[in-house]
């Protein structure tokens, strides 16, 4: 599903926010990417959804290898990818369902399509009865929740999550990890980006520790037996 063979990325600072990466994230996998600020989590998912390109290496997306994704590609190549943030960028001045609705419309969705599917993405986090509301009127979670639904609403094949809990108290944390496991459990690719250890080594999934941009462990998922 994704691959990283040899990847670096320097920005024109002089950091080096990856250095040589290679992995492999298989499709329906679920998986968290840890480690301490500025190992290169964010810029790891950035690269996938194309918003940064590598200095050297290869990645593959479903078998595509984004180096020849030309720029008028790029929107079409993020119709398959959630994306969903700390700051959940919502637009103030617009209501829950319209913050939903914008990636549809933007794709180019037929009215119908847009009302349905932003209407069941909101179902699926539990927010539908909140769909007129401002974003301001709602609590972090369940402002989180509706950047949630505004990933899913395209129904990606991949979900890429930075820091999605880390506004957020450790109940609420577990309620969007939750989420995110009923995503994987219907064949959906789940990356996260996290350092909330407390939470994902209770998880049973695969934890890639990055360190300095490197790939410090790859550690197997949990099982029961």
């Given at each position: 599903m994704i691959q990283f063979h040899n990847v670096y990325k320097s920005y024109p600072s002089g950091h080096d926010a990856l250095d040589g990466v290679s992995f492999r994230l298989s499709k329906g996998e679920m998986a968290f990417l840890t480690g301490h600020s500025g190992a290169g989590k964010s810029t790891f998912l950035k690269l996938i959804s194309l918003i940064e390109r590598p200095s050297k290496g290869q990645i593959l997306f479903e078998n595509v290898n984004l180096k020849s994704v030309s720029?008028?590609?790029?929107?079409?190549?993020?119709?398959?990818?959630?994306m969903i943030f700390q700051n959940n960028l919502l637009l103030d001045n617009r209501s829950v369902f319209d913050n939903v609705a914008l990636p549809l419309e933007v794709s180019g969705y037929r009215t119908i399509e847009v009302k349905k599917r932003a209407q069941a993405a909101l179902d699926?986090?539990?927010?539908?009865?909140?769909?007129?509301?401002?974003?301001?009127?709602?609590?972090?979670?369940?402002?989180?929740?509706?950047?949630?639904?505004?990933?899913?609403?395209?129904?990606?094949?991949?979900?890429?999550?930075?820091?999605?809990?880390?506004?957020?108290?450790?109940?609420?944390?577990s309620?969007?990890?939750?989420?995110?496991?009923?995503?994987?459990?219907?064949?959906?690719?789940?990356l996260i980006a996290s350092h909330d250890l407390n939470l994902i080594n209770t998880m049973?999934?695969?934890?890639?520790?990055?360190?300095?941009?490197?790939?410090?462990?790859?550690?197997?998922?949990?099982?029961?037996?």
């Open positions: 720029k008028r590609k790029i929107a079409y190549h993020r119709r398959k990818i959630g699926k986090v539990g927010l539908l009865h909140y769909r007129r509301k401002l974003p301001s009127e709602l609590s972090s979670g369940e402002q989180q929740r509706v950047g949630i639904a505004r990933a899913i609403s395209t129904k990606p094949n991949v979900i890429l999550a930075d820091e999605p809990t880390g506004n957020l108290d450790p109940e609420l944390s309620s969007i990890m939750h989420l995110f496991e009923q995503f994987n459990q219907v064949g959906v690719t789940v049973p999934y695969r934890k890639v520790v990055l360190d300095q941009g490197r790939i410090a462990s790859n550690q197997a998922p949990l099982t029961n037996e």
